[in-house]
């Protein structure tokens, strides 16, 4: 069979981006499709998680990164109703909004293969065995590929049409995200506020820039029984005693926007005949916390390599990419195995706050590979700026 390209990379997110810069490295003829124009916003926490660094760096990324306007931060203040936390970093971290982060990366994806914005996938196309061969884009066209590859974000349509794409409820969570303008915070910390009730789940306020902070809310599985619609929740915790000063200001610069998580709590399936997911679309976010933008990377960049050797024969068979999803998970089950099992014995209630200390702890060391727990003080006032 002929085939226009060697990969269809369908989403232009941090998965799919890395995926496209990863393929060039091999020589693949790859065609990155994003239904989005960039740059592109992503509700997300803007956290650039520390462990996405030496793929940053890997392709030459980080200086572009740190030049688009961002906020560094050097430590982490986590408040709990019984204690405050305060986390020094090493190293500076980076929070830059996505609508930049993630055109960095698509513009440095957009330099070495092809790039088509404004294109939603909507169909696969198979074969006579069944296996998958392109996808359809926009309404009608026809495109065709020795692999597809779905890194289009948690509803993907590749996942979805590949018959992959489940809602399981218990490994699912959901988050807000909203922009605000005069809020008091202290330049170079971002905040992590845990409330008896939101639990399990938390609500951050990171700095972009100088003036503007990203709040939002994440709630994780056991909380979803809870009817309250996320965004009012969102408001009601920006109203309660603890933050009602410091936002009584707040200039909202938009509105309170929701997005689905699908965590890594458990393994699903990330690969069939002639197609493999990456990032979100495979559900690799942190049981834990809710990020993903490093797993996405990570999966993006493993995908490159394996679809180089692969690309190379004819079978594209799920027996050959399961090479892809083994590799995957090789490198991030043990740390997904390790913050299900926190998340997990977190999740009864009460709220065990005395051990917030040892998760913080652990969470540096094992997440960032440094961080040095630097103060633990008991129920503080909550500053007001
Ligand atoms: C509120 C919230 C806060 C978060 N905070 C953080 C954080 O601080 N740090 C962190 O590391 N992670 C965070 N995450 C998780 C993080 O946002 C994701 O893990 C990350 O965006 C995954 O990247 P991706 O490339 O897989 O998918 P996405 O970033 O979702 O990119 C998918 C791309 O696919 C495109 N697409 C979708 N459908 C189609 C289609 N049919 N055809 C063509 N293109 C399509 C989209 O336009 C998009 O560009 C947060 C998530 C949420 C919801």
Redesign the pocket.
């Known amino acids: 069979m002929h085939y226009d390209y060697d990969l269809i990379i ?8 890395i995926m496209a810069l990863s393929a060039a490295r091999q020589n693949l003829r790859a065609l990155l ?4 124009r ?1 740059p ?1 916003d ?8 520390p462990r ?1 660094r030496p793929l940053l760096q890997a392709y030459n990324l980080l200086d572009a990164v740190r030049q688009a306007p961002h906020a560094p931060v050097t430590a982490e203040v986590v408040q709990t109703p019984t204690e405050q936390l305060r986390v020094q970093f090493d190293e500076p971290e980076l ?1 830059v909004r ?1 609508v930049h982060f ?1 055109n960095v990366l ?1 513009q440095a994806a957009k330099a070495v293969v092809e790039t088509r914005e404004g ?4 169909d696969l196309l198979r074969d006579d065995s069944g296996q998958v061969c392109g996808v359809v ?1 926009g309404p009608s066209q026809k495109i065709t590929a020795r692999v597809v590859a779905g ?8 996942a979805r049409r590949a018959g992959l794409y489940r809602y399981e409820r218990a490994h699912w ?5 909203c922009y605000y303008r005069r809020v008091p915070f202290t330049p170079g910390e971002y905040e992590v506020h845990y409330f008896d009730d939101i639990w399990p789940g938390y609500l ?1 306020i ?1 700095p972009v820039d100088d003036e503007v902070v ?1 709040v ?1 809310l ?1 709630q994780f599985p056991a909380a979803h029984t809870e009817r309250i619609p996320l965004a009012e929740l969102h408001r009601r915790l920006l109203q309660s005693p603890a933050l009602r000063s410091r936002f009584a200001r707040a200039e909202p610069l938009g509105p309170i ?5 699908p965590l890594a709590s458990i393994q699903r399936p990330l690969h069939g005949d002639g197609f493999i997911l ?5 559900g ?3 049981p834990l916390r ?8 990570l ?2 960049q493993i995908a490159g390599e394996v679809l180089g050797q692969i690309c190379r024969g004819s079978d594209y068979r799920a027996e050959r990419l399961a090479l892809y999803a083994e590799t995957v998970w090789q490198q991030l089950g043990p740390l997904f195995n390790f913050t299900r099992r926190f998340r997990e014995r977190w999740d009864n209630p009460p709220p065990r706050w005395q051990s917030l200390s040892r998760l913080e702890t652990l969470n540096k060391f094992y997440f960032q590979g440094r961080g040095v727990l630097s103060q633990l003080n008991p129920a503080s006032e909550q500053r007001s700026g």
């Open positions: 369908v989403g232009g997110g941090p998965a799919g981006a499709l994003d239904k989005a960039f592109r992503k509700v997300c926490g803007d956290a650039i998680p996405s929070i996505r993630d698509f294109c939603p996938v909507t884009a890194a289009d974000g948690f509803s993907s349509i590749v969570a959901v988050a807000t995200r951050w990171f990203n939002g994440g926007r929701g997005w689905n998580l990456a990032g979100d679309a495979a690799l976010i942190d809710g990020h993903g933008i490093d797993a996405a990377m999966s993006g």
